[in-house]
């Protein structure tokens, strides 16, 4: 199995941890809990999944190193499932098949439900991946499609009206897309403009800096490396700390779509 922060043998300290899992409501996962995961065909590959059905997510998400010969021939995803992924730090080959994408830090690539993801590492050094996959909840009239592009390129919006608190959205605002992904960055001292209570989930890998976030009315320390799972409905909001960097995350949001009776 083996520890993500391939650490091994005694710890000096008192066993200790930072995690938080209140399962179908929210769980904070800081990387010294991970655990490496084998799954079939991902080769070379360090990868840990993060949210699931069993957490209460209607999604998975996977945090993954990529060794320098990494890669996934067999293809990722499967019959009815979208899938994306997001290079945190690196150079990966995305396939879906028939067209190539190759991409660096900030780059991302969204396929539809009925393509395989096909990855390699062609970094020469590891490359650090966030991965997700969700079952696609079609509309008649609309339909998804492949989006591939690099954050660092893209211009991001004041949220909200707040000119200190930076959104980027990742996918089209189409009705074929039953989820987005997206891009908060907050100024140090900047925060939400009121605490969200919705039925979306989320799911959140924070990118850089550090901030106290609020979630079911708990107040909680995070930062850079750190993942967070929304549930449903669950109170949230955050306060970005620190100097100077700012505290950014990408997060999941479902969509476009009613809610099932
Ligand atoms: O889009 C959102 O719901 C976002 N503002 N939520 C969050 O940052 N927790
Ligand atoms: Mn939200």
Redesign the pocket.
């Given at each position: 199995m083996g520890y993500k922060n391939n650490r091994i043998g005694y710890s000096d300290e008192l066993l200790s941890s930072r995690s938080i899992i209140r399962r179908g409501n929210f769980a904070l996962i800081p990387p010294d809990g991970l655990v490496k995961n084998t799954v079939p065909g991902f080769e070379d590959c360090e990868l840990s999944i993060l949210s699931t059905p069993k957490l209460g997510a209607t999604f998975v998400d996977y945090i993954v190193t990529m060794l320098p010969n990494g890669r996934n021939e067999l293809g990722f995803g499967e019959e009815g499932v979208e899938t994306f992924v997001y290079v945190l730090d690196g150079k990966v080959k995305i396939s879906d098949g028939e067209t190539e994408y190759i991409h660096t830090t900030g780059g991302y690539v969204y396929l539809p439900a009925g393509k395989k993801m096909y990855l390699e590492n062609v970094n020469g050094a590891n490359t650090e991946l966030f991965l997700y996959k969700k079952r696609y909840e079609a509309i008649a009239g609309h339909t998804a499609h492949v989006v591939s592009g690099n954050t660092n390129e893209m211009a991001a919006e004041h949220?909200e009206g707040m000119s200190d608190v930076l959104l980027t959205d990742l996918l089209p605002k189409e009705l074929g897309f039953d989820m987005n992904f997206?891009i908060?960055s907050f100024k140090p001292g900047a925060s939400?403009g009121y605490i969200?209570t919705?039925v979306?989930e989320?799911g959140?890998y924070m990118l850089s800096g550090s901030g106290v976030y609020v979630l079911d009315n708990e107040w909680i320390p995070i930062q850079k490396g750190d993942y967070l799972f929304?549930g449903a409905y669950v109170p949230?909001?955050?306060y970005a700390v620190g100097r100077d960097e700012s505290f950014s995350?990408l997060?999941s949001?479902d969509c476009n779509r009613d809610a099932q009776i």
């Open positions: 949220y997206h908060l939400h969200e919705h979306q989320h959140a929304m949230q909001a955050t995350y997060y949001k």
